[in-house]
């Protein structure tokens, strides 16, 4: 059974940062490009950054420069340190074992000052 348990959202000023981690079970975890997502009050869910089992990262635009994916596969977790944040960066961030169905329930990120 795939498990994904996500931690270290909360309320943060504009400019600030947090860390987010994401904890997997029941999966090969070394072997999967691991993502995270983002869904911000009324809108749709966002990819935000990705990396391969390679640890190759790609990032979407919005996020490129202050936002650094990472992973640790003897914990199996992939991570998401998140600098300079913006009201913009509101959201539930989720993460997403890719390109599978697998999602962990997700932490919330208020920036707000």
């Known amino acids: 059974q795939v498990q994904l348990v996500e931690s270290g959202g909360g309320l943060v000023q504009p400019g600030g940062s947090l860390r987010l981690s994401c904890a997997a079970s029941?999966?090969?975890?070394?072997?999967?490009?691991m993502a995270w997502h983002r869904q911000a009050p009324g809108k749709q869910r966002e990819l935000v950054a990705q990396i391969s089992s390679g640890s190759s990262s790609m990032y979407a635009d919005s996020v490129k420069g202050r936002f650094t994916i990472s992973r640790d596969n003897a914990k199996k977790t992939v991570y998401l340190q998140m600098n300079s944040l913006k009201p913009d960066g509101t959201a539930v961030y989720y993460c997403?074992?890719?390109?599978?169905?697998?999602w962990g329930g997700g932490t919330l990120v208020t920036v707000s000052s």
């Open positions: 029941g999966i090969m975890f070394s072997i999967y490009t």
């Open positions: 997403n074992v890719s390109p599978t169905n697998y």
